[in-house]
Structures are given as C-alpha cells and as structure tokens.
C-alpha cells in the first residue's frame, strides 16, 4: 500500500534531474566542436530530414557539433532506427545552412540543481540506511550467549 508514494517520489526525482540541465540561446558562430545543443530548424528542412532521421518530422534536433563556420553547422544527431545494435546508439551527421537554423541553444549543467538532486539521493539514502540498522519494531538484541548475525536487512520497495 505504501508503494504509491515511492512512485511519486521516483517520478518527483526523476522530474528534478531532468532539471539538472538549462538551454541557453547562443550565435552560430558562438559554437564549438563538441558542444552539445538543440536546434530548431525550419519545417522544410524538418521534411527532408524526416526519412534520414527515423521517418519522423522533428522540428527539434538534439546533438552534437561537428563544426561549424560561416556555411552553417554540422551536428551529430541520435537516429531512430529499425536496425538496433546492443548498447549502441546510432547517430546520422546532419549538415544545415543559417537559413535552415531557426535557433541553436546550448545544453549547460546547472550545478545548483545537480547538487541539490545529489545531497537529496544521498540524504534518502542515509535515512534509509539508518533505518534499516534500527530495525522493525518487535526486533531486539540477540539472546544472551546467541550468535550475533552480522548482516544487515535492507527492505528496499521498489514500485513496479
């Protein structure tokens, strides 16, 4: 019964640290290789890219900067695909000109946020660490002259 609040608290946590990170508005000519961003490109361009990027018109493209200069930029960018190789993510090299590119924004950590979401998994986890070396109620000490068992129970709900 006690298991829909630790489902509002997963999704509460998970909500968080998808905050840990902020989208800044820069230039084109601001970016540097590597640098992650999301671009929002124009709905033509969304229509060709539509089949190379999975079959899908994405008007929003996250990824990586290959380069960039003054013909435009090039981004590495996640694809969808039918064809999954385990564990590895398949990303299509997608080149747009200035005119193609309504907005690039750049994908920062905020490091307040991330430490808030740290000290509050850490937090959770030392309460319920101590907890668990205190016991249930009706649970003492051993007998005297019993054997002492070391180890300690962890009763962790998980909610699915």
């Known amino acids: ?38 671009a929002r490109i124009s709905a033509a361009e969304a229509e060709r890219l539509a089949e190379v990027l999975g079959g899908n018109e994405r008007r929003e493209l996250d990824g990586t900067v ?17 064809v999954e190789r385990r564990g590895e993510a398949l990303n299509q090299r997608v080149s747009l000109t200035p005119n193609q590119v309504l907005e690039v924004e750049l994908k920062e950590l905020n490091r307040t946020r991330t430490g808030t979401v740290v000290a509050l998994i850490l937090g959770t986890g030392l309460a319920v660490f101590i907890a668990q070396l205190h016991g249930g109620p009706g649970e003492g000490p051993p007998p005297p002259g019993g054997e002492v068992d070391m180890r300690i129970p962890l009763r962790i709900p998980i909610p699915w």
């Open 66 to 82: 290959v380069e960039t200069g003054a013909t435009g930029l090039t981004l590495d960018v996640p694809v969808v695909s039918s």
């Open 1 to 38: 019964m006690h298991s829909r609040p630790v489902r509002w608290t997963a999704l509460a946590l998970t909500l968080v640290y998808a905050g840990c990170y902020t989208y800044r508005p820069v230039e084109l000519t601001d970016l540097a290789p590597r640098a992650e961003v999301r």
